[in-house]
Every structure is written in C-alpha cells, then in structure tokens.
C-alpha cells in the first residue's frame, strides 16, 4: 500500500544533540512538507518542497534543516540552535499542480523528546 | 501574512448533537479550504475540500462545511454527532497565487468529545 512512513515513533535526545527525523513516501508525490503539532497551537509548517534539490522555509525554519536529494525522502534535521525542540513532528506529501488542489497525505508522526 | 483561526478549543456535545466548527482565515485572495479530522491514535486525514463552486461541500461520514466568502468563514458541519466523531479537527486554507508556491496553513484545532 501506499503511503507515508516516519520513524521512529518515539525519539529521545539529550539537549545540544542534532537529530534526524527520517521521512519516506512511495506515493511518487512531488512535494512534500514538515510540520510541528503543539498541544493549542495546531500544525506550523517548518520546511516544504515541491520538487527534488529545492526546499522552501516555512513558518517556522529556525533551528532546522532539510535536504531532498530523492523524491521520496525528506528528512528533517532538529538542531541544538531550536530552542523548544520537544514535539509532536509531521511529515506529509501531497502532488500540486498549477492551483494547489491535492489534499496532504500525512504520516504517522514522530514524537521528539528532548532532556 | 495569512492566518486561521479556530475559536472553539474544545467543544463537548451529547450523541445526536448537532455541531458546528468554525473556522476564519485572513486572507483576501482566492483560497483552497480544507478540513483535516485526527482521530485518538491515528494520522491526519482529509475529510473535505472546497476549491471553487457550490459552497456547501459535503464530505465523508455525513460531515458538511459552507463557504462563504464575505465572512472569510468555511464552518464545519454536521447534523447528528456520534461517539465515533470524537476527535481532533483542523481546518486548513492555502492561499493561490500567482508564483506557484502555494502552502497550506493550518488552524490551532478543535478537540470534539463527544459524550455518549
């Protein structure tokens, strides 16, 4: 089946550690998104790209990094430069055209914890 | 910049309620609305779309929402609640432009409880 794979399902880091949340799809979408869920905050978007080699800061990029060298993965990288890094982070993928009209297909999630 | 707001941060209801989520967004232009459902333990996913015609879509699990462009309003809507609507709404606006580079923002939520 298709879909969106995230792992782990739990991470745990100590504080001024750099962590990679992975982010795999075979969905064969071009664009794909991270987004961080904060309990009252809804969904912020950190980083999205809509094609391979190319990659847009979202609302809030601070303190992240990303890379998408191959259509299906874009992993996300939690430096120690993010201040509240402890978070509920989702990973999606949809396929745009010329209007944005493709509903997000999301994973299921990656809980980060960090001490 | 754009913005969506969900004023009802937790709505409690009894089974064979009626319900109704609001959701505003602040953008003037032409816009794309969403509605995402989160229930306990699962992803994320679509349970309806407005991109232009009919404002009053309907979607899965007898759920509706209507657009109405002069209150920038796109409310959530269902006749009869059941204990199985128990979960996390999100309403989602990506604002259409003319570079292309459209992205979705979301709303803060609403938890719904439904008690039965």
């Known amino acids: 089946d298709g879909g969106i794979t995230q792992s782990p399902k739990y991470l745990f880091r100590k504080e001024g550690q750099n962590v990679t949340l992975s982010c795999e799809q075979n969905?064969?979408?071009?664009?794909m998104y991270w987004y961080r869920q904060d309990p009252g905050q809804g969904l912020r978007l950190i980083y999205y790209?809509?094609?391979?080699?190319?990659?847009q800061k979202g609302d809030i990029a601070e303190g992240y990094s990303v890379s998408r060298e191959k259509k299906e993965s874009f992993p996300l990288t939690v430096t120690s430069a993010q201040k509240n890094p402890t978070a509920f982070y989702l990973c999606?993928?949809?396929?745009?055209?010329?209007?944005?009209?493709?509903?997000?297909?999301f994973g299921n999630g990656t809980r980060l914890t960090v001490t | 910049a754009q913005s969506v707001s969900q004023h009802n941060h937790h709505v409690i209801l009894s089974e064979a309620a009626s319900l109704e989520l609001g959701c505003n967004y602040s953008?003037?232009?032409?816009?794309?609305l969403f509605w995402y459902v989160q229930y306990p333990g699962q992803h994320l996913q679509l349970l309806l779309k407005?991109?232009?015609?009919?404002?009053l879509v309907k979607g899965i699990k007898g759920f509706e929402a209507e657009f109405i462009k002069s209150k920038f309003s796109f409310n959530l809507r269902k006749p009869s609640v059941q204990w199985s609507d128990t979960a996390e709404y999100f309403c989602?606006?990506?604002?259409?432009?003319?570079?292309?580079?459209?992205?979705?923002?979301f709303g803060t939520g609403t938890r719904l409880t439904i008690i039965p």
């Open positions: 999606a993928s949809s396929q745009p055209g010329i209007s944005y009209n493709s509903p997000l297909h």
């Open positions: 969905l064969n979408h071009d664009a």
């Open positions: 790209s809509q094609i391979v080699n190319d990659f």
């Open positions: 953008y003037g232009g032409t816009v794309n």
């Open positions: 407005y991109f232009s015609g009919d404002p």
């Open positions: 989602a606006v990506t604002l259409i432009s003319n570079f292309g580079n459209e992205k979705l923002t």
